[in-house]
Every structure is written in C-alpha cells, then in structure tokens.
C-alpha cells in the first residue's frame, strides 16, 4: 500500500509523456500522487516512460533521491493508451502539443470519462486561451490553467489562470495543490496568451532567432552575450532548442493571433527548421545538434 499525502486531491492523470508531461507526471509521483499516464500510441507511450524512468535514474544517482524513492515513485506510476482508463481520476493535467483542436478533443473525452463530480480538468498550455477548453466542458467552472516550467522537477515555479468560467474553489485546491502538495511556487495569471512568463520570454527568443536569422551575430555571440553579459544560465538559442521549436512556434502563433502586435510573430528562419523537423532537442537538432 502506498501512503498518499493528506489533501483531497490523491489520483492524478497526466496527459501527454513528451517533455512537459513525462516531467509533470515525475514531480506529482515524487510528491507521493497515484499517477497514470496516457499518450495517443504505445510507441509514444514507451519513450514517455523512458524519460520518466530515465530520470528518476539520474535523480537517484545524483544523490536527489534515494534509490528506494525511486523504487516507490517507479510503482506509484501506470501507463495507458486509453483515457477511458481516467474515470477515477481527482485531478488531470493535459499536456500534449500546442494544438487547440487535440487538445479541445481530449477535454470533451475526459469531460465523459471522468466521474468524480469536483474532478479538476488542468491544462499545461503556454497559450491557448482556457476558456476555450473550458467552454467544451460541461463543467467550465472546474477547468484551470496550472502551466509548469522545463524541466518541470527542476523549476519552481507554476502559473494558475484561471479561465472567465473558473471558480474560485477550483482555484483555491489547484493552488493547495500546487504549493503544499507538490512544493512548487504558483504565481496567478489572466487568461491572457503568454501569461506572465511567455508574454516576457517568446519576444526575447524571437528577437533572438531573428538577431541571428538577420547575420547580426553568430549563434555562440548570440548565446554567449547573455550568458556572460546578463548572467542568463543559457543563451535564448540553446533555450529555445529545450523548449522545443515546433512549441515556440505554436506558442507566437497563439499570441500574435492574441495581440496582433508584430513582436510575436514567428520569423521564418524557425518555421523552416521546424518544417524541417529541426525542432531542437527533442529532435536531435536545432540550433545546436545533439549527441
Ligand atoms: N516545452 C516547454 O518548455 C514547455 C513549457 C511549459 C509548457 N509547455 C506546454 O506543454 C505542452 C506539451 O509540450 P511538450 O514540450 O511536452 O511537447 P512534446 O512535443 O515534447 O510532447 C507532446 C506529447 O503529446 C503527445 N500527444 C499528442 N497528441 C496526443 C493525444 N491526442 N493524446 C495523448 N498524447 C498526445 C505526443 O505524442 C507527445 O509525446 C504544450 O501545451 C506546451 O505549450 C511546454
């Protein structure tokens, strides 16, 4: 038997197992949650529990965790292909790609599936507006926005927003959740694209890619400026490559489609490389190439 935290919120689903979902399924793991994991094929669904364990391997050795937590956490997870399998879940956190539609669709399957009248239905989106998601519920008021940083174990922070439709006391237990279950540090956001991070960070990266897209400076001035110049712990290409390419583009289509301001627009340079399947790391190649 596995001691679950005390708190209202015990089994979580998380949808999606690239890099954002692998991740957010290790920290709920770590933090003691009943975790199940689904993703759209079995091919997808094994490198997802690959990172994950991979992972949890590296924290292990690094001393993070004791090989025993791993052992625990490793139990505390399932993984399925079928998200019939959510209907006892108390909380889901979607985050699959940056796509509306996919990601409207899995909010109308697990409105169905899931039974749990004050489940929370969350998504980890870096733009798409919640209310949209929310809208294609029966129960709007129990959808919220709960957004991690990359590497999710790693980064402290998560951002809540709540959509128009959002109660306050599904956003009171995200935030519990949030902070006293999962330790993280949850800062509040409107449902606004970008939120408070991305508003910040996509234009930066954007002028970045065209910066160098222009000739301006090479790659390693460009990353080395602000690494040395401002202290940043990575340049805005290396961290553009760990984000993820296809995502930093789907991320300024969803805020110049917001905003209509040219700051957000994608340059083409990286709808190119994106349309060549250079989505970064995840890829193997980006800006930088990857071993
Ligand atoms: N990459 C980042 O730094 C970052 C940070 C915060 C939030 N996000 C957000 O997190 C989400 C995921 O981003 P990512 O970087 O993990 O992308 P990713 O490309 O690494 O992973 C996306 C995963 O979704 C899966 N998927 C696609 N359709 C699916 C479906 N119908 N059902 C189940 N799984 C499906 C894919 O197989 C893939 O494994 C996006 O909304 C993104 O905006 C990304």
Redesign the pocket.
């Known amino acids: 038997m596995t001691d679950f935290p005390a708190g209202d919120i015990t089994r979580v689903g998380v ?7 692998a991740g957010i399924a290790e920290v709920c793991a770590r933090a003691g949650l009943d975790v199940k994991v ?4 079995g091919e ?1 669904l094994e ?2 529990r690959t990172r994950l364990f991979n992972s949890l391997a590296k924290a292990a050795e690094r001393g993070k965790i004791s090989e025993e937590e791993r052992d625990v956490t490793q139990a505390r997870l399932s993984f399925t292909t079928d ?1 019939g399998e959510f209907a006892d879940r108390d909380l889901v956190i979607e ?4 796509n509306e539609q ?2 409207t ?2 909010f109308q399957v697990l409105d169905q599936v899931m039974t749990r009248a004050d489940a929370i239905l969350a ?6 507006p919640l209310v949209k998601l929310a809208v294609a519920t029966s129960r709007p008021d129990h959808v919220v926005g709960i ?4 590497p999710a174990p790693v980064q402290k922070l998560v951002e809540l927003i709540p959509a128009l439709t959002t109660s306050e006391g599904t956003l009171s237990r995200a935030q519990i959740f949030a902070e006293k279950v999962l330790g993280k540090h949850a800062i509040r956001a409107q449902d606004r694209s970008g939120f408070v991070v991305n508003a910040l960070l996509v234009p930066y990266l954007l002028s970045a890619i065209r910066m160098f897209e222009s000739g301006i400076a090479s790659r390693d001035d460009i990353d080395n400026g602000m690494e040395m110049g401002c202290a940043h712990p990575m340049g805005p290409l290396k961290l553009s490559d ?3 390419l ?2 930093i583009v ?2 300024a289509n969803s805020m110049y489609a917001e905003y209509k301001e040219p700051l957000y627009a994608a340059p083409p340079l990286l709808q190119r490389m994106v349309d060549a399947g250079r989505l970064g790391r ?1 890829s193997g190649s980006g800006f930088y190439t990857y071993g």
């Open positions: 949808v999606g197992s690239g890099q954002m979902g689904a993703e759209i094929t997808a490198i997802g998200l985050a699959v790609v940056e996919v990601k669709e899995i998504s980890n989106t870096s733009s798409i957004h991690f940083f990359n760990l984000i993820g296809d995502t789907s991320v995840k």
